[in-house]
């Protein structure tokens, strides 16, 4: 066979028009494909920054929750209680120190939303309170007996129940290192950390030091007030900065004390993402505590002034009236004793009486 390999100027493929066509033919595919695969790229990239903003959003911590400043501001201007003012009232009558301007709380206060409803007392002893005079069942019960009557005289604050117990207390002897005060053992505040956790109430550890000193005993329960539910409460009371044996004179705490107790909580709460701490200092005459326009209340610690005289009503309203309202420092309380209040011919106040103080007590004490 032979092949014919002649030229033929007539065949497509010998024709230059035809090459060009071509040629430009495979340019505009090449451009089609790059533009194509450009936008290919360019969505694929869209999809997976997207993708990587959704991932973003879903992991991000969210922002922490902010406190209501306009319903605690509401709150504290309703427990404030404040007289109705008309137009033939001087000026100066309608002053008043209340409510206290101090900083805000942070997130998670419990004060002044509810109301604190506690008993008092210690484990080892039925005559200092309520709390170790009767059987566990018993006192819970009778405790949330109490709660039901606050419940019902003021339905607008949620009360909270509470087991305040002395974990220091003053002693009538020195003791191993002449301090006139006996630490409770850990078991012991264990009991009430238990007894507490059946009825969802919290735990004020009070501390009595005689003539030792917050700065040292405060520290010792610090394992303790690491839980979210407890607290702490000192008494003025029992502080013998004069070096008199406890129960001889009444002593005195002073700001600085009571400053440093607060900031140490405060650092607890930081240190361990807390919501704020209460603080609450036992009064009943003016000696007890100095220069109470130095208490600082913190945004991690509130503090309550606990008015703790007992007797009949009126001098127990004097008592609340020169050394609480007179002399404001955050929030208030109010101590009731069972027995004390109620003798003599006297009654102990009822909760729809104490509701009617200004400025409306946020913590009460039952002893």
């Known amino acids: 066979m032979k092949l014919n390999l002649k030229f033929d100027p007539e065949h497509p493929f010998n024709n230059a028009g035809f090459w060009i066509i071509l040629i430009l033919m495979l340019i505009c595919s090449g451009l089609i494909f790059i533009k194509a695969e450009k936008a290919g790229y360019e969505k694929t990239?869209?999809?997976?920054?997207?993708?990587?903003?959704q991932i973003n959003k879903e992991t991000a911590t969210p922002p922490p929750p902010a406190l209501d400043k306009e319903a605690y501001d509401q709150k504290l201007m309703e427990i404030a209680n404040l007289p109705a003012v008309s137009s033939t009232t001087p000026s100066s009558t309608t002053s008043s120190l209340w409510p206290?301007?101090?900083?805000?709380?942070?997130?998670?206060?419990?004060?002044?939303?509810?109301?604190?409803?506690a008993y008092y007392g210690n484990l080892y002893s039925k005559n200092m309170g309520v709390l170790g005079e009767y059987p566990e069942d018993e006192m819970l019960a009778r405790l949330e007996t109490e709660v039901k009557k606050w419940e019902e005289a003021d339905p607008n604050t949620p009360v909270?129940?509470?087991?305040?117990?002395?974990?220091?207390?003053?002693?009538?002897?020195?003791?191993?290192?002449g301090k006139y005060r006996a630490r409770m053992p850990d078991e012991e505040i264990d009991k009430v950390l238990a007894m507490a956790k059946k009825v969802d109430a919290l735990v004020f550890l009070d501390i009595q030091v005689g003539l030792s000193d917050v700065r040292f005993e405060i520290p010792i329960l610090e394992k303790y007030l690491r839980l979210p539910n407890v607290h702490l409460g000192i008494d003025p009371e029992f502080s013998m900065k004069s070096g008199d044996r406890p129960g001889t004179v009444i002593g005195t705490l002073d700001a600085d004390d009571i400053?440093?107790?607060?900031?140490?909580?405060?650092?607890?709460v930081n240190d361990n993402r807390l919501t704020p701490k209460i603080l609450v200092i036992h009064r009943f005459t003016q000696a007890m505590v100095t220069n109470y326009k130095d208490i600082k209340p913190l945004p991690e610690v509130q503090v309550v002034m606990d008015m703790d005289g007992f007797g009949g009503q009126a001098s127990k309203l004097n008592t609340y009236e020169q050394y609480i309202r007179k002399q404001p420092v955050q929030f208030t309380g109010f101590k009731l004793f069972y027995k004390n209040d109620?003798?003599?011919?006297?009654?102990?106040?009822?909760?729809?009486a104490l509701l009617k103080l200004s400025p409306i007590p946020v913590y009460i004490q039952y002893q």
Do not use: C, W
């Not at 805000?104 to 939303?113: N, Q, S, T, V």
């Not at 400053?259 to 607890?268: H, Q, R, S, T, V």
């Not at 011919?345 to 729809?352: E, I, L, R």
């Open 342 to 352: 109620n003798a003599n011919g006297h009654t102990m106040f009822a909760p729809a």
């Open 100 to 117: 206290v301007k101090a900083a805000y709380p942070e997130y998670g206060a419990l004060l002044p939303f509810n109301r604190i409803v």
């Open 160 to 177: 909270v129940p509470a087991l305040h117990y002395i974990a220091v207390v003053a002693q009538a002897g020195p003791g191993r290192d």
């Open 259 to 268: 400053n440093f107790a607060a900031e140490y909580l405060a650092k607890i």
């Open 45 to 53: 990239s869209l999809v997976k920054t997207l993708g990587q903003a």
